[in-house]
């Protein structure tokens, strides 16, 4: 069976084109942030994984609680995910969205797990190199990750920079085996 984030990638192509069709990505990204609260709410996640709530009743609740941010198509959208039970999943298709929205508008996601909190000169020079080596504008996101027993993992799509000292462990136990 296929992942959430691989079940949830047609949905947000289709909502990213919509969007584009509309030429209005901006709304359908304020949409998206919305109906992700909105499902992530805990009363909401119990009725959404419950099987005796009706389908059209969950999708009718959750348009009228995202209220003016809906049109006819994000609608649409919200009743097509509830019908098929995707839901759950408006976490990935904001992501896969977002992703498109940064392609298209020329930036990229980076983050950056550290073992401790990095100020603001920190995070400006991990910005600035990895805009450098991306060549493009940097959204950068930090998270902290008491688990590193030191330094920082920075994720800028599939690329990976490991710079934790259990990974500089690791590298150094490769090279002696």
């Known amino acids: 069976m296929a992942d959430s984030s691989t079940a949830s990638r047609p949905y947000a192509i289709a909502a990213f084109e919509q969007a584009t069709e509309e030429n209005q990505i901006a709304q359908w990204s304020d949409m998206l942030a919305l109906l992700e609260q909105v499902v992530g709410d805990a009363t909401m996640k119990g009725a959404i994984s419950s099987p005796r709530v009706d389908r059209e009743q969950l999708a009718a609740l959750i348009i009228d609680v995202c209220g003016e941010v809906m049109n006819d198509t994000r609608k649409n959208f919200v009743r097509l995910l509830a019908e098929y039970g995707r839901l759950d999943g408006v976490p990935d298709i904001r992501a896969h969205f977002e992703r498109r929205r940064a392609d298209l508008e020329g930036r990229s996601q980076v983050l950056v797990r550290s073992a401790y909190e990095l100020g603001e000169e920190q995070r400006e020079v991990i910005k600035q190199a990895m805009a450098k ?27 990976v920079i490991d710079a934790t000292l259990r990974g500089r462990l690791t590298q150094l136990r490769q090279t002696l085996l």
């Open 133 to 159: 080596r991306l060549g493009r504008e940097v959204d950068l996101a930090v998270e902290v990750d008491d688990a590193l027993i030191g330094g920082l993992v920075i994720r800028a799509g599939d690329s």
